[in-house]
Nanobody
Framework: QVQLVESGGGLVQAGGSLRLSCAAS????????IGWFRQAAGKGREGVTC????????WYGDTVKGRFTISRDNAKNTVYLQMNSLKPEDTAVYYC??????WGQGTQVTVSS
């Protein structure tokens, strides 16, 4: 069974950094598209970034370009989201997903001003 477990969330001051991890089991993540989404209180779920399983191409949402970086460690079967220059509007629960089908339980990121 596909399992995704997010970790690394927490409370950080504006301008700070966090690195989120998405540990996968039940599949080899390098073969599948992996994405990060987030959902802030009172808002819908927003696509943050994704990495293609075919050629490794990467997409970023406009609000995070230049600040967030997605990467994967195939040996660890883990995808990372490096989040720099965090803003209060980045506050949300962050989820990773496989092919937009399987989802982790999320990790809370709170950015204080």
């Amino acid at each position: 069974q596909v399992q995704l477990v997010e970790s690394g969330g927490g409370l950080v001051q504006a301008g700070g950094s966090l690195r989120l991890s998405c540990a996968a089991s039940g599949f080899t993540l390098e073969d599948d598209a992996i994405g990060w989404f987030r959902q802030a209180a009172g808002k819908g779920r927003e696509g943050v970034t994704c990495i293609s399983g075919s050629d490794g191409t990467i997409w970023y949402g406009d609000t995070v370009k230049g600040r967030f970086t997605i990467s994967r460690d195939n040996a660890k079967n883990t995808v990372y989201l490096q989040m720099n220059s965090l803003k209060p509007e980045d506050t949300a629960v962050y989820y990773c997903n496989e092919r937009g089908v399987y989802w982790g339980q999320g990790t809370q990121v709170t950015v204080s001003s």
